[in-house]
């Protein structure tokens, strides 16, 4: 009875696995070796894998923390990679679409569109840190970059002192 429980175990094992290769295909086919943006899809794709686990199995009992972690940490991919919604209809653009007319020397809207976000905010007083000497005052560009290297830098942090953590 026990021999065919091993044998029931590796087989199941082996099959999780092939299911696993067909899973990360996508993810490793689109890969290369020149930027660290396909580093940075590969551990979003993971921990959003993890993410799922922890919720659908419960693990341990307190891992409230640790999805809490795991999804700022996807959050802050998303930014990073530009993948956040915010930052698809940022700037100029956000405000396409928009009917508007002057009627006695004043503007009147006439239809806005369903799905309009507005610009992030960017706290620029700390900007210095980031980009030492700039002189840029706020331009769209430079926001996106500065939100960019701050959520950068707090994705590394979260790594660096919670992760570990998250599977104690």
């Not at 044998?7 to 689109?30: D, E, M």
């Not at 940022?90 to 610009?119: D, Q, S």
């Not at 980009?131 to 994705?155: C, H, I, W």
Request: glycine share 4%; proline share 4%; charged share 30%.
């Amino acid at each position: 009875m026990k021999q065919f429980k091993k044998i029931y175990r590796r087989v199941k094992r082996f099959f999780r696995n092939i299911q696993r290769l067909f899973q990360w295909a996508p993810v490793i086919w689109n890969n290369a070796d020149w930027d660290y943006e396909y580093l940075l899809r590969i551990e979003r794709y993971k921990l959003s894998r993890m993410l799922k686990s922890l919720s659908r199995d419960g693990v341990w009992a307190d891992q409230t923390y640790s999805t809490r972690d795991i999804r700022i940490c996807i959050g802050l991919l998303d930014i990073i990679l530009e993948e956040d919604k915010p930052h698809r209809t940022y700037g100029e653009t956000a405000f396409f679409g928009w009917k508007m007319t002057t009627r006695n020397g004043k503007l009147v809207i006439l239809e806005r569109p369903e799905n309009v976000a507005y610009p992030v905010h960017v706290n620029l007083r700390n900007k210095d840190r980031f980009f030492p000497g700039s002189v840029d005052n706020g331009t769209s560009p430079f926001k996106d970059r500065l939100r960019q290297e701050k959520a950068m830098r707090l994705y590394n942090l979260i790594r660096a002192y919670n992760m570990t953590g998250w599977f104690d």
